[in-house]
């Protein structure tokens, strides 16, 4: 037996081996039972918390501390042998292979769990929540491609050719590609900026609907006629737009013109006319009503009254009835309505006599 033990394998007795196979059996049973222990219980800990931040230390332990833990100990173990020129060289790609996956993998992880607790902190919506994944899928890949050049530098490669040629294309690639690069950044102005939401109703040009979707790329808003508007984002950020959804209190002014037979009386009784109707409406604010001008066919009165609503059917329902009811009063006080006249004023031609 000790001599089976004794034997030499590629520079290494048969006990050296098993002694680093157990040290690496025993290193996974530790770390096991050691994680599932303290695991564990720090997350009972911090499930009693009012705070996540904890939680997230505890996940990133269990899914990045640990496995690196155990890859490091491993690593350290293995070089206790006497290894070959070759071996060592695909042992050290092998654990820097891994290392910056892990590493790569926890910076990601990191990102996206601060990016996403600050939205929460800022009680935004699940909808919200889901539009910046397109953000984090870029930044993720871009994290990726450092850390890949990373790799290929700590592997002894020269990678300055490398990050000049990609600077080269980098640069070949916006130009040829500066309209979709500029949707992408005007993507990321609209999401924190907040111009309009998913369910908004805007207008922006000539053109109206509620938003049915904010992508990278393009904007989608379904038009009242039914159309679906595809819109660059680019577009949408350089446009002036109206976001009605956000409409807290829509003011209303509308005029209304009645004709010069009208009686002094009549006149000055009209402004209050118009400030009763208004007020009688349950949904309207009365604000002002004025004699305003006198126009070529009519006495003009301008009308203002606010409604604390967005909803454009109930502005219009209102609008109805205020209209309807001063149509009413003025039949019943006998005040006429203008519309566009002419007088013409007729001479009469002298007779000319012809003496002949």
């Known amino acids: 037996?000790?001599?089976?033990?004794?034997?030499?394998?590629?520079?290494?007795?048969?006990?050296?081996?098993?002694?680093?196979?157990?040290?690496?059996?025993?290193?996974?049973?530790?770390?096991?039972?050691?994680?599932?222990?303290?695991?564990?219980?720090?997350?009972?800990?911090?499930?009693?918390?009012k705070t996540n931040f904890d939680d997230l230390l505890v996940d990133a332990a269990d899914r990045f501390l640990?496995?690196?833990?155990?890859?490091?100990?491993?690593?350290?173990?293995?070089?206790?042998?006497?290894?070959?020129?070759?071996?060592e060289r695909i042992l050290a790609v092998a654990v820097a292979l891994v290392m910056i996956y892990y590493v790569v993998r926890l910076v990601n992880f990191t990102i996206h769990h601060l990016v996403v607790a600050y939205l929460r902190a800022k009680n935004e919506t699940e909808e919200r929540l889901r539009q910046v994944e397109g953000m984090l899928m870029i930044v993720k890949v871009l994290t990726w491609s450092i850390g890949i050049v990373m790799l290929a530098d700590n592997l002894g490669y020269n990678v300055t050719t490398?990050?000049?040629?990609?600077?080269v294309g980098g640069i070949a690639i916006a130009l040829a590609a500066q309209n979709i690069l500029g949707d992408l950044?005007?993507?990321?102005?609209?999401?924190?900026?907040?111009?309009?939401?998913?369910?908004?109703?805007?207008?922006?040009?000539?053109?109206?609907?509620?938003?049915?979707?904010?992508?990278?790329?393009?904007?989608h808003i379904r038009s009242l006629d039914g159309q679906q508007l595809v819109m660059p984002n680019a577009e949408m950020a350089k446009s002036v737009i109206q976001n009605f959804k956000r409409l807290e209190?829509?003011?209303?002014?509308?005029?209304?013109?009645?004709?010069?037979?009208?009686?002094?009386?009549?006149?000055?009784?009209?402004?209050?006319?118009?400030?009763?109707?208004?007020?009688?409406?349950?949904?309207?604010?009365?604000?002002?009503?004025?004699?305003?001008?006198?126009?070529?066919?009519?006495?003009?009165?301008?009308?203002?009254?606010?409604?604390?609503?967005?909803?454009?059917?109930?502005?219009?329902?209102?609008?109805?009835?205020?209209?309807?009811?001063?149509?009413?009063e003025f039949e019943r006080e006998g005040i006429e309505f203008a519309f566009p006249t002419q007088t013409l004023f007729l001479t009469k031609q002298p007779t000319v006599k012809n003496n002949l």
């Open 1 to 49: 037996m000790q001599e089976l033990l004794s034997r030499v394998f590629w520079g290494n007795a048969v006990q050296n081996y098993l002694m680093v196979v157990l040290g690496i059996i025993l290193t996974w049973a530790v770390i096991r039972i050691t994680k599932k222990a303290i695991i564990n219980a720090l997350k009972k800990i911090t499930a009693g918390t």
């Open 162 to 167: 490398v990050i000049a040629g990609l600077g």
């Open 185 to 219: 950044f005007s993507y990321i102005v609209i999401f924190f900026d907040k111009p309009f939401e998913i369910g908004d109703f805007i207008v922006t040009g000539d053109h109206s609907g509620v938003v049915e979707k904010i992508g990278i790329k393009t904007s």
């Open 66 to 87: 640990i496995p690196f833990l155990y890859l490091f100990i491993n690593y350290s173990i293995i070089t206790l042998l006497n290894l070959s020129v070759k071996a």
């Open 249 to 328: 209190r829509r003011r209303v002014v509308f005029a209304i013109g009645v004709i010069y037979n009208t009686s002094a009386a009549q006149i000055r009784e009209i402004p209050g006319i118009f400030k009763n109707i208004v007020s009688q409406q349950e949904n309207a604010f009365f604000d002002r009503a004025h004699l305003k001008s006198f126009g070529d066919f009519s006495i003009n009165y301008e009308i203002v009254y606010y409604i604390e609503s967005a909803d454009y059917v109930l502005y219009m329902d209102t609008q109805q009835a205020i209209c309807m009811n001063i149509f009413d």
